[in-house]
């Protein structure tokens, strides 16, 4: 059961949309002109180098924590807690970090991708 009161953002982790730099093997990092916001897509990004994913924005203000029976990249999510993302199964389909906490919540979330062989 798809969320329609969330909405949802694919973040593409292309370094040349988004001026994501590497110079000489160093971590990719973003300057976004702000330090929260950098520190949380610089520690999304190196979440993602260590574990294949994919990022989303997730925003909404329907007065829930969870954004309950959103479907990502096939995942319906069933529950969100410790930076957690669990299917309706309990099953671990990825991480988040909370950018705010107030009537209107944002996440970023990003959604493993499973590779082969690997359940």
């Keep these: 059961m798809e969320n329609p009161k969330v909405e949802v953002v694919e973040i593409s982790l292309d370094p040349v949309q988004n001026r994501i730099v590497d110079l000489e093997g160093a971590p990719m990092r973003v300057n976004l002109g702000d330090t929260v916001a950098n520190r949380n897509v610089n520690r999304l990004l190196a979440a993602h180098r260590e574990r294949?994913?994919?990022?989303?924005?997730?925003?909404w203000n329907d007065g829930s924590?969870?954004?309950?029976?959103v479907v990502l990249n096939g995942h319906t999510i069933g529950?969100?807690?410790?930076?957690?993302?669990?299917?309706?199964?309990g099953k671990m389909i990825?991480?988040?970090d909370r950018l705010?906490?107030?009537?209107?919540?944002?996440?970023l979330v990003q959604i493993f991708?499973?590779?082969?062989?690997?359940?």
Excluded at 79 to 89: I, L
């Design 79 to 89: 529950w969100t807690q410790h930076g957690v993302v669990s299917d309706a199964n």
């Design 65 to 69: 924590r969870v954004p309950r029976g």
């Design 113 to 119: 991708i499973e590779s082969a062989g690997r359940k």
């Design 52 to 59: 294949p994913s994919k990022s989303y924005l997730l925003r």
């Design 94 to 96: 990825g991480v988040y």
């Design 100 to 107: 705010t906490d107030t009537i209107e919540q944002v996440m």
